[in-house]
């Protein structure tokens, strides 16, 4: 079992900066990807960025240059680092972890991004 617990949302202006944590607990040695989706209200879940255990990183086009992922294993905690966020950017944004056999999913932590 892995637990996922996010943190770091809230509301910011455009233009403005959020970082995101997602605190990992559990079976962590079993996890070989990591990654961050969002959900705007009326639209379906989508992937923003992952990361593998062995430091690889996708980004979807809406977010590549403004959005960085990273870790700190030893704090077992990844991040999410969002600049220059815009109105669209607003979401829900969910921590999941991948394993063998499964995936996991924190719950939630929601960006506004309003002026």
């Known amino acids: 079992q892995v637990q996922l617990v996010e943190s770091g949302g809230g509301l910011v202006q455009p233009g403005g900066s959020l970082r995101l944590s997602c605190l990992v607990s559990g079976s962590i040695g079993s996890i070989y990807a990591m990654g961050w989706y969002r959900q705007a209200p009326g639209k379906q879940r989508e992937l923003v960025t992952t990361i593998t255990s062995g430091g690889s990183t996708n980004y979807a086009d809406s977010v590549k240059g403004r959005f960085t992922i990273s870790r700190n294993n030893a704090k077992n905690t990844v991040y999410l680092q969002m600049n220059n966020l815009k109105s669209e950017d607003t979401a829900v944004y969910y921590c999941?972890?991948?394993?063998?056999?499964?995936?996991?999913w924190g719950q939630g932590t929601q960006v506004t991004v309003s002026s």
């Open positions: 999941n972890a991948k394993t063998a056999t499964r995936g996991y």
